[in-house]
């Protein structure tokens, strides 16, 4: 069956530090990979989207990785903020252009 | 404020009781998805609109629940008998039809701050 797994346990680490995010998946073949942020009581913010022939895609202190054949999107966060504190959510593209969610993974940076 | 809103932000109801959402997307958007999430867990996919055209909705949990986007704009959806597994945020999102986005965005989809469902 068709499965998208996050780290389950949240993620502490120290301000100033790189936070990384592992999102793998089964039995998909998905043509892009999102990344989007959560906080809680509200709606999922899109971050970053790669698509199966790029490697890696950035965006300011963000930083995505897609390998195919290890079926996994590494998420890195740099130099990151207290702000940065959210659940961040991998989500892939089935068909029909709709987003597959994964739980999502719990990030806590500490000053 | 021109983001996706969602009413009632948040519904408390009695079991068998049927509740209907609104959803109002990002006005030049001619995509409209719906989603579940329970606590824990990512956002579950329901159903989605192209203008006014339903194009997927094998996913709606059961013939309880039901969408509608009647004119391509605004869209509701409708739990009938609501039963408590029911209890959820709900969640609604708008995109533009890929086709027409740049690149980089593909199916970016802007999300609103979902409607809380409690069911007694």
């Known amino acids: 069956s068709q499965k998208i797994e996050q780290n389950s346990e949240a993620l502490n680490i120290q301000e100033g530090k790189t936070a990384t995010l592992t999102c793998n998946y089964t039995?998909?073949?998905?043509?892009?990979l999102q990344w989007y942020r959560q906080d809680p009581g509200r709606g999922p913010v899109f971050l970053l989207l790669?698509?199966?022939?790029?490697k890696e895609k950035r965006k300011e202190r963000l930083k995505v990785t897609f390998d195919t054949t290890l079926k996994q999107s590494l998420f890195h966060i740099t130099a990151s903020q207290p702000a940065d504190s959210a659940t961040y959510l991998c989500?892939?593209?089935?068909?029909?252009?709709?987003?597959?969610f994964g739980k999502g993974t719990m990030l806590l940076v500490s000053p | 404020d021109t983001g996706v809103s969602q009413d009632p932000r948040h519904k408390i109801t009695k079991r068998g009781q049927n509740v209907t959402f609104r959803c109002d997307p990002i006005?030049?958007?001619?995509?409209l998805y719906w989603y579940r999430q329970t606590l824990g867990q990512g956002p579950e996919f329901l159903t989605y609109?192209?203008?006014?055209?339903?194009?997927?909705k094998s996913r709606l949990l059961s013939d309880r629940f039901s969408a509608e986007r009647p004119k391509g704009s605004f869209s509701t959806l409708e739990i009938q008998r609501t039963e408590q597994g029911d209890s959820a945020m709900y969640l609604c999102?708008?995109?533009?039809?890929?086709?027409?986005?740049?690149?980089?965005?593909?199916?970016?989809?802007?999300f609103g701050p979902g409607t809380r469902l409690t069911v007694l």
């Open positions: 790669i698509r199966e022939n790029e």
């Open positions: 006005s030049e958007h001619n995509r």
């Open positions: 609109f192209q203008n006014e055209a339903q194009l997927e």
């Open positions: 989500a892939l593209v089935s068909g029909y252009s709709t987003l597959t």
């Open positions: 039995n998909y073949s998905p043509a892009y």
């Open positions: 999102a708008s995109s533009v039809n890929p086709g027409r986005q740049p690149s980089f965005s593909y199916n970016e989809q802007f």
